[in-house]
């Protein structure tokens, strides 16, 4: 059904360290039309970019601390070690004269939602962490992640997935989105994992957005039979109905 309609997906990022190559991230090639294109965006940045960026923060952890590695599974107990050193490191920053002469404080502790990102750093399960929690962590945290990069990414790319997401998901007051940003994002996210390979396959996989598209596919046309239906008794409803002789 979406073949029809040009939502035509290709592989471009293949990872040469996995035996048989895996495709990374699919590239929308052809407009599938607006609504059928904020879709995959919403595909290519809650699926796919988020979980990319959940792994450059895992590796972005680990470089800082070598001897302690993330773990999701730790009850927590890497979410308080963050959350400790995340003061520590805000407290060296407003000791530091440069900070008492500018007035500065950490971008990371005056979150608007403190209170519902402290709860989910805490937990200390990135799965659970959405896009703007990895890309404040990355971009924002006064443990500098990104300083030395962990990977090859720049800071503007961790804003630039925040962008994408802010200004095309979160605060968007339409359905539809033009094939370029969906574009934008597909290039990103193959940048994305690039640089984080080889990674775990379980991370991203080429099926993914042909499961969901295959899935929407058939959403639409379940929908479709279900407006024709009721369209066809408001027809039927409004059409004057004649008085037995």
Same mark, same amino acid.
């Given at each position: 059904?979406?073949q029809?309609?040009?939502?035509?997906?290709?592989?471009?990022?293949?990872?040469?360290?996995?035996?048989?190559?895996?495709?990374l991230?699919y590239?929308?090639?052809?407009d599938g039309?607006?609504?059928?294109?904020?879709?995959?965006l919403?595909?290519?940045?809650?699926?796919?970019?988020?979980?990319?960026l959940?792994?450059?923060?895992?590796?972005?952890?680990?470089a800082?601390?070598?001897?302690?590695p993330?773990n999701?599974?730790d009850?927590? @107990?890497?979410?308080?070690?963050f959350?400790?050193?995340?003061?520590?490191?805000?407290?060296r920053?407003?000791?530091?004269?440069?900070a008492?002469?500018?007035?500065k404080?950490?971008a990371?502790?005056?979150?608007?939602v403190?209170d519902?990102?402290?709860?989910?750093?805490?937990?200390?399960?990135?799965?659970?962490?959405?896009v703007?929690?990895?890309c404040?962590?990355?971009?924002w945290?006064?443990q500098?992640?990104l300083?030395?990069?962990?990977?090859d990414?720049?800071r503007?790319?961790? @804003?630039?997935a925040?962008?994408?997401?802010?200004d095309?998901?979160g605060?968007?007051?339409?359905?539809?989105?033009?094939?370029?940003?969906?574009?934008?994002?597909?290039?990103?996210?193959?940048?994305?994992?690039i @640089?984080?390979?080889p990674?775990?396959?379980?991370?991203?996989?080429?099926?993914?957005?042909?499961?969901?598209?295959?899935r929407?596919?058939?959403?639409?046309?379940?929908?479709?039979?279900l @407006?024709?239906?009721?369209?066809?008794?408001?027809?039927?409803?409004s059409t004057?109905?004649?008085?037995?002789p």
């Amino acid at each position: 059904h979406l073949q029809r309609r040009g939502a035509r997906a290709s592989c471009l990022a293949r990872s040469p360290h996995l035996s048989p190559p895996l495709h990374l991230v699919y590239e929308t090639t052809m407009d599938g039309g607006g609504a059928i294109n904020f879709w995959q965006l919403n595909v290519l940045v809650h699926d796919i970019i988020r979980r990319l960026l959940q792994e450059v923060f895992k590796r972005a952890w680990k470089a800082k601390n070598p001897k302690r590695p993330w773990n999701d599974l730790d009850k927590g @107990a890497s979410g308080r070690m963050f959350l400790q050193r995340e003061a520590d490191a805000n407290n060296r920053a407003l000791d530091s004269e440069k900070a008492k002469d500018q007035g500065k404080k950490s971008a990371f502790s005056s979150f608007k939602v403190e209170d519902y990102y402290h709860k989910m750093i805490e937990k200390g399960d990135t799965t659970k962490w959405d896009v703007t929690l990895l890309c404040k962590v990355l971009e924002w945290s006064n443990q500098k992640f990104l300083d030395p990069r962990p990977v090859d990414l720049t800071r503007d790319d961790i @804003a630039n997935a925040r962008k994408i997401r802010n200004d095309h998901l979160g605060h968007t007051c339409s359905t539809e989105v033009d094939a370029s940003v969906v574009a934008r994002a597909s290039e990103l996210a193959n940048k994305m994992a690039i @640089a984080v390979r080889p990674l775990d396959p379980e991370i991203v996989v080429s099926s993914l957005l042909e499961d969901k598209t295959q899935r929407l596919g058939q959403a639409i046309g379940v929908v479709t039979e279900l @407006a024709n239906g009721a369209a066809a008794l408001l027809s039927q409803a409004s059409t004057p109905t004649r008085s037995p002789p």
